[in-house]
């Protein structure tokens, strides 16, 4: 008797839904919110799709199944998110850092899926911050996190190992980290605001493949940067639209769609400096969309004064803006400029306006101008005596850093002392300072220094900066910090009011 009443018991157990039986993920995936995309499986691998179609670059990569658990790498990280596989066929995101709530996306799309091989992905893979325990259970990831420093200078072998992660086992990843590896960083390399640096040939190889073969969305803008600051511009219009066609990029869509009906080609070699003039345009309304030049000065619009110096090297425009930098423009042929730096890139300028400009100097062909490059050291944070001490012995950074805090406590005087020891090294960001110095203080013998260094060398950098120090820049500084200050009293002033008002 004690046997048959088991019995139904026994059967509510068998027929009960078990974690450890929910069918493996397959097919399309949506929340239906407006933000988060579909996610999709087929049995391999995994992939994400913004609302436009275009496949997310920090989706995922691969995942792991355990009885009711799906957990998803990032294809660009050792990040991972976790999802519950539910009774009904749909999935439910778990709770985590960036997520603290649950969220449940429905099957909207069914598909045929291959048996799924929890091959590449750790149990608990990026959940303990263990990357070399994940990297020897076997996770792919994991393994690239650990080779992406090389402590003991195993360059070889870690090349190797990131290009096979990449090949063979189509990480984005690891293709990111090998491209990365293969132009390796000086210790002691310049500071460069505002502009990507040129990769080596062998990186340049390295994102091919990665965008080529892999299908990386990230490794293919890496990749169309690369040409476009190397002056092969036909080969960027080519790579985008590929991208574009692929769904991998839209920046890449929007790229090709800004340069219809432009004739983009490979820059020609190196020419002579020549002197813009007139009204220069790209094809789109954005804040860089175009740029005016009259007699040594240019605007970003057609109609406001032109206040931003510019200066002629080779056969590029370069035009000083208000973040201590330049704009820098290159000539493809007599009407047409492209944007070479972070903000301007694959920008195409034609001419819409002639001007009438006076003529400027231009440089001397095959002159050199004397210019070092800016390094940032630790010798601040590491050496006895601090930044005065290593100032005093030639250290840039802490020199530049002496005068940052007192700029910062609005003394000018003090901080124009410091960026006259790195002008005096012919150092463009040392001489840049020395000049903001002098706007911000209106003083004209905070100009001593650098005009002592361009008296002595015609040839310095420390000249071009000085032609930016004008009574009229000054005056222009001034009015805008007049205008900052009287826009700070009357918010004050509101402020107070309304606290009276509700008293």
């Not at 070399?132 to 420093?149: M, P």
Request: hydrophobic residues 35%; negative net charge; aromatic residues 6%.
């Amino acid at each position: 008797m004690r046997i048959l009443r088991a019995i139904p018991l026994l059967l509510c157990f068998a027929l009960a839904p078990s974690a450890f039986a929910a069918d493996a993920p397959c097919g399309t995936y949506d929340s239906g919110e407006e933000y988060d995309g579909t996610l999709s499986f087929d049995g391999e691998r995994a992939i994400a799709h913004d609302r436009e179609g275009f496949v997310s670059p920090q989706g995922p990569y691969r995942y792991r199944i355990d009885g009711d658990r799906v957990r998803v790498r990032n294809a660009d990280s050792t990040l991972s998110t976790e999802y519950k596989l539910l009774p009904d066929g749909d999935l439910e995101r778990q709770p985590s850092l960036f997520e603290p709530q649950p969220k449940r996306l429905k099957r909207v799309k069914a598909a045929t899926c291959a048996a799924h091989r929890n091959e590449g992905v750790a149990y608990a893979a990026g959940q303990d911050n263990d990357s070399a325990a994940d990297c020897a259970a076997g996770d792919v990831q994991s393994c690239v996190d650990v080779l992406s420093y090389d402590p003991e200078g195993k360059q070889p072998d870690r090349l190797r190992k990131l290009e096979r992660h990449c090949r063979e086992d189509r990480s984005p990843y690891a293709c990111e980290v090998w491209a990365k590896a293969l132009t390796p960083s000086e210790a002691d390399a310049p500071l460069v605001m505002f502009r990507t640096d040129a990769l080596s040939p062998a990186s340049i190889a390295a994102l091919r493949v990665a965008c080529d073969d892999i299908g990386s969305g990230g490794a293919c803008e890496s990749l169309a940067e690369q040409e476009w600051i190397a002056g092969r511009y036909a080969s960027t219009r080519a790579i985008s639209q590929s991208t574009c066609d692929r769904r991998l990029s839209k920046n890449a869509c929007d790229r090709v769609a800004r340069w219809t009906g432009t004739a983009l080609r490979d820059a020609p070699p190196r020419q002579s400096p020549r002197q813009p003039c007139g009204w220069y345009v790209s094809d789109d309304g954005s804040l860089f969309g175009g740029f005016r030049f009259d007699d040594g000065n240019a605007a970003l619009s057609e109609d406001d004064a032109a206040t931003m110096p510019y200066r002629l090297r080779e056969d590029e425009v370069l035009v000083r803006h208000d973040k201590g930098d330049d704009f820098v423009l290159r000539w493809i042929d007599a009407d047409t400029l492209v944007g070479q730096d972070d903000w301007t890139r694959y920008h195409v300028y034609r001419r819409a306006r002639a001007g009438q400009c006076a003529p400027i100097a231009l440089p001397q062909p095959g002159a050199k101008l004397r210019e070092t490059a800016y390094k940032v050291d630790q010798c601040a944070l590491t050496e006895p005596g601090g930044a005065e001490a290593c100032c005093a012995r030639g250290s840039m950074s802490a020199c530049m850093g002496i005068g940052h805090v007192a700029a910062l406590g609005g003394d000018w005087k003090g901080a124009a002392a410091a960026y006259d020891k790195v002008c005096a090294m012919h150092v463009r960001e040392g001489c840049g300072n020395v000049v903001s110095a002098y706007l911000n203080a209106g003083d004209d013998a905070l100009l001593a220094g650098i005009r002592k260094v361009c008296a002595e060398h015609s040839d310095s950098v420390a000249c071009e900066e000085l032609r930016m120090a004008t009574p009229e820049r000054a005056a222009e500084k001034q009015l805008e910090r007049e205008l900052g200050e009287a826009l700070q009293q009357a918010l004050q002033g509101v402020g107070e009011k309304t606290e009276a008002d509700q008293d």
